[in-house]
C-alpha cells in the first residue's frame, strides 16, 4: 500500500511538471533574433505587428498564388542596410528547418522591395503543401516577401520562410575559401566563377560545396562525388529544373529552378563550376 501511494505521489508529481512545463511555453509568442553585425534584437511578434501594414504579394513564392499579409519594411528591421550593402557584406536568414539563405545586403536594398510578413492567430497562414508530409506546416511566424522581385532579379530561394534569425555575415565565399574556383585550372574558370554566384544564390541554402557551407537539408555538391559524376548530364539538367521529372517522393524537398531562376546560360554555368570543382577534388 505505501509502496502504491509512493508511486501515485511519484505520478501525480510528474504530471504536475509535465502541466507546468507546458502552460509555461503554451502561449508564448514568437520571437525574431536579429543582429546587424554590431547589436542583437529580439523582436516578439506583437512588435514586429505594431510596425507592420498591409501589403499584397501578386506571385507568392512558396504559395503559388497571391497572398495578403501583416509584413515590416526590411530596412526597418535593420536600418544599418545601406552601410553593410556597400561593405559587400551579406544577411544571413535562418530557418526552423536549418534552410539557411545568405542574401547580399545589395539585393536587400534594391529594387526588389522585400517586406519582413508575420503569420497572426487570428489569420494564421495555410500549409505550404498539404500533399507534402514534409510541407504541412505554414511559412510562419515570420517570412520574407518581395513586392517587386522580378526588378530586383530575385530568386525563389531567396524567400525565405520560417525564419527564426536574421544576422549580417561575411559572404559565403569568404567564409568558407572551398567553395571557389582555382586559376590553376584555367579551362573555363571565368564561366566556373560564375556558377559559383548561382550556387551561392540557388544551392546553397540547402547544400554545401567541399563541406563549406551552413545549410545541410541536402547532400554535399563535391564530397565524396559530384552530381556531375553520378548523372548524365541531361539527367542533371532535368532534375535541377524538375526534380519530380527525374525522381519523386512524397517527402521531396528540392524546388525546381524555372528559366526565371535560373537562365540557361546561367544553368551552363553551374554545371561548368560543378564540373571544375569535382576535377579540383580529383587533382588532390
Known amino acids: 500500500m505505501r509502496a502504491y501511494a509512493v508511486s501515485y505521489t511519484l505520478r501525480f508529481a510528474y504530471l504536475v511538471l509535465l502541466a507546468a512545463i507546458s502552460f509555461s511555453t503554451w502561449g508564448q509568442e514568437p520571437q525574431l533574433e536579429v543582429s546587424d553585425g554590431a547589436s ?3 523582436w516578439s511578434r506583437s512588435a514586429l505587428l505594431a510596425e507592420s501594414l498591409p501589403i499584397q504579394i501578386d506571385k507568392d513564392s512558396a504559395y503559388k498564388r497571391s497572398m495578403t499579409y501583416r509584413a515590416v519594411p526590411f530596412a526597418k528591421l535593420m536600418p544599418t542596410l545601406m552601410t553593410k ?16 539563405a545568405n542574401i547580399a545586403a545589395a539585393d536587400l536594398v534594391g529594387k526588389g522591395q522585400p517586406y519582413l510578413a508575420i503569420e497572426t492567430d487570428q489569420q494564421p497562414w495555410p500549409a505550404i503543401d498539404p500533399n507534402n508530409p514534409a510541407k504541412t506546416a505554414s511559412a510562419g511566424p ?16 531567396q524567400w525565405p520562410y520560417q525564419v527564426v534569425k536574421i544576422r549580417v555575415e561575411l559572404p559565403l565565399q569568404q567564409r568558407f575559401p572551398q567553395i571557389i574556383p ?5 579551362k573555363n574558370y571565368q564561366q566556373a566563377m560564375q556558377g559559383m554566384q548561382i550556387y551561392v544564390k540557388n544551392c546553397a541554402v540547402c547544400h554545401s560545396m567541399n563541406g563549406g557551407g551552413d545549410a545541410a537539408i541536402g547532400p554535399d555538391l563535391n564530397q565524396p562525388f559530384s552530381p556531375t559524376e553520378y548523372f548524365h548530364e541531361a539527367y542533371l539538367r532535368k532534375l535541377i529544373r524538375n526534380p519530380a521529372a527525374v525522381r519523386s517522393w512524397k517527402q521531396a524537398l528540392m524546388p525546381g529552378f524555372d528559366h526565371q531562376s535560373i537562365s540557361e546560360s546561367d544553368l551552363d554555368a553551374l554545371l561548368v563550376y560543378f564540373k571544375h570543382m569535382a576535377a579540383l577534388r580529383r587533382l588532390k
Open 142 to 157: 515570420f517570412y520574407l516577401v518581395w513586392l517587386n522581385p522580378e526588378a530586383g532579379k530575385i530568386s525563389n530561394e
Open 182 to 186: 582555382s586559376p590553376k585550372l584555367l
Open 85 to 100: 550593402a556597400a561593405a559587400n557584406t551579406s544577411v544571413q536568414f535562418v530557418a526552423s528547418d536549418g534552410f539557411v
Open 40 to 42: 542583437v534584437k529580439q
